[in-house]
């Protein structure tokens, strides 16, 4: 039976130069770099090395990077720092109905700590309207939270003209980046962001490791304690390991991006194509403003958890939404804050390509699809969408 990986929005394979790149410090190079003798000291000039090559590669500066254990803590860091450090300015967040649970979570819990909390709607494409930002943002404002693309849907935000709201009102802007660096062409200095949080395995390099971006001259309190590893922003031993391979990994990714996106845009597109042709299958998200690799659409009539256990019986590994809340029975929140009811949302698939993907994989799901739909359906109780 085929093997197809389609969920590369969830996590990709560590690609083969992001593991050589890691392995002389899991053995060999195991010094712990806050330590002062040689073997310390070595590790510590290559971690630094390597904090220069993601800035290179980010077009910032050395010291606007911090290594992270991923884009959540990356996202609680910048949220939770921005809120401690400017709590005697003002203590209103705003962010948006689509966000990950990284950002959503971590702002309603700073709500329960007596900040305000704006969540900003999105239209049926899952895009914030500039407009509902700027009535939104006032004086007590300190931070906007908009994700750069959602991880479900693909559909890319206007990160730059949010950032320049914020910012002619006095608010710092933070966006996750975790699904576009490395997929998408990303400059901070355009965008005008004053942090940013991304992820290593989300471009073939190694779970467990991430970065924040903080601007030259913004300011986070501490949100942990125990040691001063990254200037105090993330105490504890650095995993050198991981943060080589994500060096390799995001060096490679950005350098190959414009082909990689002209690749997975085609077969997107030749997917969407083919799957909103099927009777009622609906395209979710953006039809252009969208992650090149991205397909995510609605079947009616017929649940996403059927279509997924189907689809993997033969032999094709997909999801229904994010990866972290994959276990739950409740509807996509960025789908139900499009606006889709509570069956189309239930009846959503989320393709995600990537650089291995070919034709032939893209063919043979389209050949499988009718099958199973039809399948599906005679077995659903609901036989109308309507």
Do not use: W
């Amino acid at each position: 039976m085929r093997s197809i990986y389609l969920d590369h929005a969830a996590t990709t394979p560590l690609r083969q130069e992001a593991y050589e790149a890691m392995i002389p410090y899991l053995t060999e190079s195991f010094g712990n770099p806050s330590s002062i003798h040689a073997f310390g000291r070595k590790v510590r000039k290559d971690l630094e090395d390597a904090r220069e090559r993601v800035a290179n590669a980010l077009k910032v500066q050395p010291r606007e990077i911090f290594f992270t254990g991923g884009g959540t803590e990356a996202d609680n860091i910048a949220i939770l720092g921005v809120a401690a450090r400017l709590k005697d300015k003002g203590r209103h967040i705003i962010t948006s109905a689509v966000e990950h649970h990284a950002v959503l979570h971590t702002c309603e819990a700073l709500e329960k700590q007596g900040y305000a909390l704006t969540v900003l709607p999105v239209d049926k494409y899952g895009m914030v309207t500039p407009a509902d930002l700027e009535k939104a943002i006032g004086a007590e404002t300190i931070l906007v939270s908009i994700m750069h693309a959602n991880n479900e849907v693909g559909t890319v935000q206007p990160i730059k003209e949010l950032a320049a709201i914020a910012h002619e009102r006095g608010a710092l802007f933070h966006t996750d980046a975790v699904q576009t660096v490395g997929n998408i062409p990303v400059d901070i200095e355009d965008l005008g962001v004053d942090l940013l949080s991304a992820s290593a395995h989300k471009i073939y390099g190694p779970k467990g490791v991430g970065l924040l971006y903080v601007r030259k001259g913004t300011k986070l309190a501490n949100i942990a304690y125990g040691g001063a590893q990254e200037r105090s922003i993330r105490p504890g031993t650095e995993n050198v390991a991981g943060i080589m391979g994500f060096a390799r990994a995001l060096e490679l990714a950005v350098a190959e991006q414009p082909e990689t996106s002209r690749h997975l845009t085609v077969l997107r597109d030749k997917l969407i194509k083919g799957l909103t042709a099927l009777p009622d299958v609906c395209l979710n998200g953006h039809p252009q403003q969208r992650l090149p690799g991205n397909a995510n659409v609605s079947v009616e009539r017929v649940e996403g958890e059927s279509l997924i256990l189907s689809l993997d019986m033969a032999g094709i590994a997909v999801s229904s939404g994010s990866a972290c809340t994959s276990g739950s029975l409740e509807p996509s929140h960025v789908l139900m804050a499009m606006g889709l009811s509570h069956q189309r949302a239930h009846g959503s698939l989320r393709f995600t390509l990537g650089k291995s993907t070919s034709a032939e994989d893209i063919d043979y799901v389209l050949e499988v699809m009718p099958g199973i739909i039809e399948r599906l359906r005679q077995m659903s109780p609901v036989q109308s969408g309507r």
